[in-house]
């Protein structure tokens, strides 16, 4: 497996904003340390975040959130992206849409992702469905995702597990999975 480590939406708006989960801060520390995993190990990371225009569709559900430029659409201190880092800008739920996602990954030929960030029920299950749908191997690290509350964080991920073929696993299990994959691919 060739994987790639998929970081959606952990900005100030859904962390500490208007649209923060309670539990988003609970799992930066888990995804933290498989960034620093990813990058020891020659692994993409890819952050995936919201970047608005005022007249998003979406905003008619949600209200003003993450508007491109505002202090809230920016990337939690704790998580900047380093220089390698590849961070691309969306404007729905899907990390894959207009984005250029499915095209970075074959270009960096990755077929494996591994989904972190939050919601679980709204971003990181739609970007899955696109995951599915182009064909990649998709693990869930349910420790390391997050909704609103525990019953639609649940039931997110027993719906990609069975409708999408997810594997649900740790953090810890990912960082196993990364650096056995970089032994495998001859990666330091
Ligand atoms: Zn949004």
């Given at each position: 497996m060739k994987p790639a480590l998929l970081v959606i939406d952990?900005?100030?708006?859904?962390?500490?904003?208007?649209l923060r989960s309670p539990c988003a801060e609970g799992i930066v520390s888990n995804i933290k340390n498989l960034i620093d995993h990813a990058h020891s190990?020659?692994?993409?990371?890819?952050?995936?975040?919201?970047?608005?225009?005022?007249?998003?569709?979406?905003?008619?559900?949600?209200?003003?959130?993450?508007?491109?430029?505002?202090?809230?659409?920016?990337?939690i201190d704790e998580l900047t992206p380093v220089e390698s880092d590849l961070v691309l800008f969306k404007r729905?739920?899907?990390?894959?849409?207009?984005?250029?996602?499915?095209?970075?990954?074959?270009?960096?030929?990755?077929?494996?992702?591994?989904?972190?960030?939050?919601?679980?029920?709204?971003?990181?299950?739609h970007t899955a469905w696109d995951a599915f749908y182009y064909g990649y191997d998709?693990?869930?690290?349910?420790?390391?995702?997050?909704?609103?509350?525990?019953?639609?964080?649940?039931?997110?991920?027993?719906?990609m597990e069975k409708t999408y073929g997810a594997k649900l696993i740790t953090a810890q299990e990912a960082i196993e999975l990364i650096k056995a994959a970089a032994t495998k691919t001859g990666s330091p």
């Amino acid at each position: 497996m060739k994987p790639a480590l998929l970081v959606i939406d952990m900005l100030q708006e859904f962390v500490h904003g208007r649209l923060r989960s309670p539990c988003a801060e609970g799992i930066v520390s888990n995804i933290k340390n498989l960034i620093d995993h990813a990058h020891s190990h020659g692994v993409p990371v890819i952050h995936l975040v919201d970047n608005h225009l005022p007249t998003d569709h979406e905003l008619n559900i949600w209200g003003p959130h993450a508007i491109k430029g505002s202090p809230e659409a920016k990337i939690i201190d704790e998580l900047t992206p380093v220089e390698s880092d590849l961070v691309l800008f969306k404007r729905s739920y899907s990390g894959f849409r207009d984005t250029g996602l499915d095209a970075l990954l074959r270009d960096l030929s990755v077929k494996t992702l591994f989904l972190t960030g939050i919601h679980t029920h709204i971003c990181v299950l739609h970007t899955a469905w696109d995951a599915f749908y182009y064909g990649y191997d998709i693990y869930v690290v349910k420790d390391a995702v997050a909704a609103f509350n525990e019953e639609d964080h649940r039931y997110a991920l027993n719906y990609m597990e069975k409708t999408y073929g997810a594997k649900l696993i740790t953090a810890q299990e990912a960082i196993e999975l990364i650096k056995a994959a970089a032994t495998k691919t001859g990666s330091p």
